[in-house]
C-alpha cells in the first residue's frame, strides 16, 4: 500500500509560467515533507521540506504547501524555466520509523520554450 | 562538489558474474541507503544501515548484500547478475530532517 502518491505521471507547463505538483499521502503520522529532483542518469537532489508545524515554505522560485487535513502538499514553481524539466519525488517521514523517507513515484516536469 | 561518491556511473556485464558497486560519502553520516530505479518508476528501498555493522534489507527484496565496515562506506554486492538485476542503483547518506544526499548512481545492465 503506497503511503506517499504522486497521481500525475507527467505534467507539461509553458516557460514562464506556474508549475504545480501535487503529492497526497496516507499516514497521519508523517511530520516532515521533502521534494527532491532528478535528472536522467543522476541521483535525486533535495529541493525544499517543510515540517508539519508550518502550512508555508518558500525558497527562490519553489515554494512547498501543506494541507495536513487534505494530508496534502505541493510544489509551486514559478517561473518555471526550461532547466526546471526533471522528475520530482515527494518524500515523508515521521519520527516513529527512524530515519526512513517514504517516496512518491515522481512526477515529470516538462517545461516547454 | 559530491559528497557521495558511487562507482562505477555505468556497467554492463554479463550474466553470471559477481559485481560491486561503491558507495562513499565524506559527510560522516551513521546512516545509509541503497535504493533501486528502473526508468519512470518510483524509489525503492533495498537496503539500510544505521552505522558501523548494522545492515537492514529494505522495502523491496533484492539478491543483493551490503556490508559497512567502515563509516563512509557501503557497498552492495550481487554474488550472480542476472538480466532482472538490470536497473539504476541509487546510494544516499543522511537523515530525515536534513534530507538525504544521493549519489549520481550506478546504471547497471547485465547481459
Known amino acids: 500500500d503506497q503511503q506517499v502518491k504522486q497521481n500525475s505521471p507527467s505534467l507539461s507547463v509553458q516557460e514562464g509560467r506556474i508549475s504545480i505538483l501535487n503529492c497526497d499521502y496516507t499516514?497521519?503520522?508523517?511530520?516532515?515533507f521533502l521534494w527532491y529532483k532528478k535528472y536522467p542518469a543522476e541521483g535525486p537532489t533535495f529541493l525544499i521540506s517543510?515540517?508539519?508545524?508550518?502550512d508555508k515554505n518558500e525558497d527562490g522560485r519553489f515554494t512547498v504547501f501543506l494541507n495536513k487535513s487534505a494530508k496534502h502538499l505541493s510544489l509551486h514553481i514559478v517561473p518555471s524555466q526550461p532547466g526546471d524539466s526533471a522528475v520530482y519525488f515527494c518524500?515523508?517521514?515521521?519520527?516513529?520509523?527512524?530515519?526512513?523517507?517514504?517516496f512518491g513515484g515522481g512526477t515529470r516536469l516538462m517545461v516547454k520554450p | 562538489e559530491a559528497d557521495i561518491y558511487q562507482t562505477p556511473r555505468y556497467l554492463v556485464i554479463g550474466t553470471g558474474k559477481k559485481i560491486t558497486l561503491e558507495c562513499s560519502q565524506t559527510?560522516?553520516?551513521?546512516?545509509m541507503y541503497w535504493y533501486q530505479q528502473d526508468p519512470g518508476m518510483e524509489l525503492h528501498l533495498i537496503h539500510y544501515?544505521?552505522?558501523?555493522?548494522?545492515?537492514e534489507k529494505g522495502d523491496l527484496s533484492s539478491e543483493s548484500t551490503v556490508s559497512r565496515i567502515r563509516t563512509e562506506h557501503f557497498p552492495l554486492t550481487l554474488e550472480s547478475a542476472r538480466p532482472s538485476h538490470t536497473s539504476q542503483y541509487l546510494c544516499?547518506?543522511?537523515?530525515?530532517?536534513?534530507?538525504?544526499?544521493f549519489g549520481s548512481g550506478t546504471r547497471l545492465t547485465v547481459v
Open positions: 544516499a547518506s543522511g537523515d530525515r530532517i536534513y534530507g538525504y544526499t
Open positions: 544501515s544505521y552505522g558501523v555493522n548494522s545492515t
Open positions: 518524500a515523508a517521514s515521521s519520527n516513529n520509523a527512524g530515519n526512513m523517507l517514504t
Open positions: 517543510i515540517s508539519s508545524i508550518k
Open positions: 559527510m560522516g553520516h551513521d546512516k
Open positions: 499516514n497521519s503520522m508523517f511530520d516532515y
